[in-house]
DNA sequence: AATGTATATAACTATATTATTATATTATAC
DNA sequence: GTATAATATAATAATATAGTTATATACATT
């Protein structure tokens, strides 16, 4: 019991970083290298390397090298339907707050 | 965008804490005071009321006081579909990775 | 071999979180 | 009103995380 919980917690430490949010997110069409990656997430390239190793290390990510280049992409899609229902129960949280404040 | 990932990102810190994590698989059932979820989640008085002041402020919890005591709830019950579908996410992974080991 | 490019790692400071202990608040019971 | 019980808040020390900068590694090109 104590074991799945602390299991569960450090799984959603894992997504509490924006960084790793907006790299999970920019995965969901596909595979990006880490330039294109620190591009469209708006970080340094340094940084985006440590919060990829955390999700390589998570197993929440995986790589594949060609060249020069190291091309990441996302472990299992079922991710995304973890961060839309987190998205979606958020909202609904969010409306109700406001819709008291009426 | 940004907006959006910071507030997910926020989402899911509410939920990266193990006692917090507790909490709420705790009041699964019902409501529950103060002192009865400190003796289910064995952790101290002063950090339960700490966490469920974390939780109340991110939404995640409601309360009702009668006389002395004081009893938390669930506000969204969805969150326990978040949580379950985060263990089977995470199980999976988990079990992947150990095949992969063979 | 030397240079350039892509990515990873190390070192480090600032800030946040955890968890404990002490104390305050609020309501009840006597 | 005083003591007791339930809960909340404050203060604090230890640890973790965030984010920056500098440097290292590894491959490609000339």
Chains 1, 2 share one sequence.
Do not use: C, H, W
Not at 20 to 42: F, H, P, Q, T
């Amino acid at each position: 019991m104590k074991q799945i919980r602390l299991f569960k917690a450090d799984f959603f430490k894992t997504l509490s970083n924006p960084i790793r949010i907006a790299i999970i997110d920019s995965l969901r069409n596909g595979e990006l290298g880490v330039n294109d990656l620190a591009a469209v997430v708006e970080a340094d390239q340094a940084y985006i390397s440590q919060q990829l190793s955390i999700l390589k290390a998570k197993n929440l990510v995986k790589f594949r090298k060609e060249g020069n280049f190291v091309y990441y992409s996302i472990t299992d899609q079922d991710i995304f339907i973890l961060l839309d229902e987190a998205l979606r129960i958020a909202k609904k949280q969010l409306t109700t707050l406001q819709d008291s404040l009426k």
